[in-house]
Nanobody, 123 residues
Framework: QVKLVESGGGLVQAGGSLRLSCAASGRTSSSLGMGWFRQAPGKEREFVAAISWSGNSTYYADSVKGRFTISRDNAKNTAYLQMNSLKPEDTAVYYC????????????????WGQGTQVTVSS
């Protein structure tokens, strides 16, 4: 079983930046992508970004394209999400997942979820 630990969230002003990390431990042999999702209060969890196992392919939701960058370090079993030009609408709990399939601006998670990390963007 895979255990995921997200970190790096916090409170930031609009236009600021944060870098999230997702450390995976346990049975991390999946060849699928890793990805980030978020859930705002009162809303469903939505896809944010994903990266292939090799790191050669990345996928983004239209709402974050050009502002967020996903990356991964397989040696450390860790994925990152660099978030720039943050907006109040980016406020949410951010979750990562190790078994993600993505394309055309959408992503689907099949693995375990971590506890999430809160991102709050003030206007």
């Amino acid at each position: 079983q895979v255990k995921l630990v997200e970190s790096g969230g916090g409170l930031v002003q609009a236009g600021g930046s944060l870098r999230l990390s997702c450390a995976a431990s346990g049975r991390t042999s999946s060849s699928l992508g890793m990805g980030w999702f978020r859930q705002a209060p009162g809303k469903e969890r939505e896809f944010v970004a994903a990266i292939s196992w090799s790191g050669n392919s990345t996928y983004y939701a239209d709402s974050v394209k050009g502002r967020f960058t996903i990356s991964r370090d397989n040696a450390k079993n860790t994925a990152y999400l660099q978030m720039n030009s943050l907006k109040p609408e980016d406020t949410a709990v951010y979750y990562c997942n190790t078994d993600v399939v993505a394309g055309s601006g959408k992503g689907y998670a099949f693995g375990s979820w971590g506890q999430g990390t809160q991102v709050t963007v003030s206007s």
